[in-house]
């Protein structure tokens, strides 16, 4: 979930970065507003306050607007759950301060209604995750996009969200207890961070600690401990890095994962305060 000012410029700005983004709708009473950009069983969602009142009136404690005037970014990993209200269970018999789930819902402009149910972690396990069970199908879901999946950079999926920590072994304990899972250790060798990888479906949850100068350091010397990469696998990295650079960016810088895979990575100045990372077949 990565919250801009306005949705427009957030939608003019990852077009730019070579996603087909689309109006999503807006939240009734949450005075807010979103844009999609599906993957091939994932999205991006850029999410922007559409009236201050009625989000005041309605999310006393949400604070968004206070998140928007730091810069915004991105605010959440919104994980995807089968069954929320076994797994919304299976954390609070783990200790974990959660609400919900609660159902929620919003109007595409053409119309069609999407529903889901959501859980949120309390404040006794504040933690920047965000739980969600959709009620509406994804082929359903995917007719609000007239091209859903297609995009100009190849993006195909999220290949992984980072999230950077001040202490690694505390955090690490913090998120196998929200998440009920054991993470594998790898050391990022783009982001030149030690890494606990959570694996979720085909996406990989980091939490990550800097262990030398580079973007894992910028990121927590800027914005403090939060979300602040997401990382896209491409069908074609020259291909996305040439739709970049012929929208008038700079060329993404290039690395090489601990994998042995090129990656290449957009700065947060060109991506909503969001470190923009490819990887994928040349």
Avoid at 131 to 151: C, D, K, S, Y
């Amino acid at each position: 979930m990565i919250c801009v000012p306005e949705l427009g410029r957030g939608v003019e700005a990852y077009r730019r970065l070579g996603f087909d983004v689309h109006p999503g709708g807006e939240h009734p009473g949450k005075g807010t507003h979103n844009a999609i950009a599906f993957g091939q069983d994932d999205y991006l969602e850029l999410l922007a306050v559409r009236d201050r009142e009625e989000y005041r009136a309605n999310n006393m404690h949400g604070g968004l607007l206070e998140f928007l005037e730091r810069g915004g970014g991105l605010r959440y990993v919104v994980v995807q759950s089968d069954d929320l209200a076994a797994d919304a269970a299976a954390m609070r018999a783990r200790g974990v301060d959660l609400s919900g789930p609660i159902d929620g819902a919003r109007r595409t402009p053409s119309g069609q209604e999407l529903r889901w149910k959501a859980a949120t972690l309390g404040e006794r396990s504040p933690l920047p995750l965000f739980f969600i069970q959709h009620v509406t199908p994804l082929t359903e879901r995917r007719r609000q996009a007239p091209a859903a999946g297609r995009h100009p950079n190849g993006m195909q999926r999220i290949e992984r969200c980072y999230i950077v920590v001040d202490e690694l072994e505390a955090a690490v304990g913090q998120y196998r207890k929200v998440l009920g899972m054991e993470p594998q250790g790898e050391r990022g060798t783009v982001i030149n961070a030690d890494m606990a990888i959570f694996p979720l479906g085909p996406t990989g949850l980091g939490v990550v600690r800097p262990v030398a100068p580079g973007v894992a350091a910028n990121a927590l010397a800027k914005r403090g401990p939060g979300p602040f990469q997401v990382l896209y696998r491409t069908a074609g990295m020259d291909a996305a890095a040439k739709w970049i650079a012929d929208h008038g960016l700079p060329p993404p810088a290039r690395g090489t994962r601990n994998t042995g895979e090129q990656a290449m990575l957009v700065p947060p100045e060109h991506a909503c305060g969001v470190y923009v990372g490819f990887v994928g077949a040349p």
